[in-house]
Nanobody, 116 residues
Framework: QVQLVESGGGLVQSGGSLRLSCAAS????????MSWHRQAPGKQRELVAR????????NYADSVKGRFTISTDDSGNTLFLQMNSLKPEDTAVYYC?????????WGQGTQVTVSS
């Protein structure tokens, strides 16, 4: 079993920065990919960024390319999302996700609010 514990959400001004983290506790198996998703009220949840844990390869939603960076620590146990040049349209609940061999694991979600 894996638990994902997030931190780092909050309120920031437009143009500001915020760093989200998600600690992934794993026992006996690896998470093949980890990712960040977000959902605003009345909207579908969308993939923001994804990283392949073994290779380090990443991909991003077009809306955040050049502004957000996904990464893991050296152990692969913590996922980060560095968010720069934040815009009001980035306001959403952000969720981390880990993909095991047969199971998806989701964090609790953390609110990010960007004011004008």
């Amino acid at each position: 079993q894996v638990q994902l514990v997030e931190s780092g959400g909050g309120l920031v001004q437009s143009g500001g920065s915020l760093r989200l983290s998600c600690a992934a506790s794993r026992r006996g198996f690896r998470l093949y990919t980890m990712s960040w998703h977000r959902q605003a009220p009345g909207k579908q949840r969308e993939l923001v960024a994804r990283i392949i844990t073994r290779s380090g390869n990443t991909n991003y939603a077009d809306s955040v390319k050049g502004r957000f960076t996904i990464s893991t620590d050296d152990s692969g146990n913590t996922l980060f999302l560095q968010m720069n040049s934040l815009k009001p349209e980035d306001t959403a609940v952000y969720y981390c996700k880990g993909d095991g061999y047969t199971t998806e694991y989701w964090g609790q979600g953390t609110q990010v609010t960007v004011s004008s």
